[in-house]
């Protein structure tokens, strides 16, 4: 998957900026991770990424030249694909740029043959699961205690899926 354009991001309509995605590689992962961490409380770690690019997972950047926006990891299984990690950098969260990510995982899982997107979201990140409701994910249930959470604790996954036939 190497796709590039011009893409408008949703809430800045007067805002162009020309955008591509390019496959995650090793050589990509220090930049990653710095947005990971920039993004997310409870952040992947490098060794993630690099199990992830080893098992040969669907990983992609989205890139504006060498400014890096975002990036997704999915997961092909039998007529499926499981969305495991989409993260936009936070300087150019609000702008869409989810949804352009969210689109071309979908594009991909249905070349793949995928019937179905899935993926998993903290109950406490409502802003991600609107951007997904949006998106056309509904919520089919909740895992228990699934991610770690602050002082030893652990908070419960929406489970949402995406028809995608």
């Known amino acids: 998957m190497h796709w590039c354009g ?5 809430s800045t309509p007067t805002l162009s900026i020309e955008a591509g995605f390019v496959p995650m590689t090793d050589t990509h992962l220090d930049s990653v991770t710095v947005v990971e961490c920039q993004a997310h409380p409870h ?14 997972y ?16 999915g997961m092909k299984g039998f007529e499926e694909v ?23 995982l979908a594009l991909w899982a249905r070349g793949q043959g995928a019937q179905w997107l899935w993926l998993e979201a903290r109950t406490s990140n409502t802003r991600a699961i609107h951007v997904y409701k949006a998106q056309g994910f509904r919520t089919v249930g909740t895992r228990r205690g699934y991610y770690p ?3 030893g604790q652990r908070e419960d996954a929406v489970v949402m899926s995406l028809k995608l036939v």
């Open 43 to 56: 952040p992947w770690l490098r060794k993630h990424f690099e199990d992830c690019l080893a098992s040969g």
């Open 6 to 10: 011009v893409f408008e991001p949703m």
């Open 82 to 104: 499981h969305l495991l990690n989409i993260t936009v950098a936070p300087a150019y969260q609000r702008q869409g740029w989810a949804h352009v990510m969210l689109n071309a």
């Open 58 to 73: 669907q990983a992609q950047l989205l890139m504006a030249g060498t400014e890096l926006l975002g990036y997704f990891v």
């Open 149 to 151: 959470a602050a002082h």
